[in-house]
């Protein structure tokens, strides 16, 4: 299969003010993702686009749940009353987004290591397959 590039991270968030921070975030767990679908011969051009809107979503959660968090799920408005913050709902939602990417990618805790996929190879026949095969 052909090299499978690493999305311009850099380019991607030039625009945001902490850009560079969150692209070398985005590069690390770019490298630290594949590396691990790659161990376990889960790698292709299907799961590179996936494992790209992964990294892309979880480098700016990295960035704005701090932010999240500091704030609060309830502000204060100026007559007295209280609102729901959106900055918390956006990072309640990227983190639902997030655990759904990772379970597509077969990279949640539970499955980090194991094989989930068949096998690129088939298994070889054993003397055994003639009496376990359907009748």
């Not at 799920?73 to 913050?85: F, I, L, M, N, T």
Request: proline share 6%; net charge negative.
């Amino acid at each position: 299969m052909a090299q499978i590039p690493r999305p311009r991270y850099g380019d991607i968030f030039a625009g945001h003010d902490e850009g560079g921070s969150i692209a070398e975030q985005a590069c690390v767990l770019w490298e630290e993702y594949k590396a691990d679908l790659e161990a376990r011969g889960l790698w292709n051009r299907a799961r590179a686009r996936t494992l790209d809107r992964l990294v892309r979503m979880t480098a700016e959660y990295l960035h704005y749940q701090p932010l999240a968090v500091a704030n609060g799920p309830v502000r204060d408005s100026k007559d007295g009353g209280q609102y729901a913050d959106m900055l918390w709902s956006q990072v309640k939602n990227m983190a639902d987004q997030i655990a759904k990417l990772e379970k597509s990618l077969t990279l949640t805790p539970e499955s980090v290591g194991a094989k989930t996929e068949a096998p690129l190879k088939p298994a070889a026949k054993t003397p055994a397959d003639e009496f376990l095969g359907a009748h």
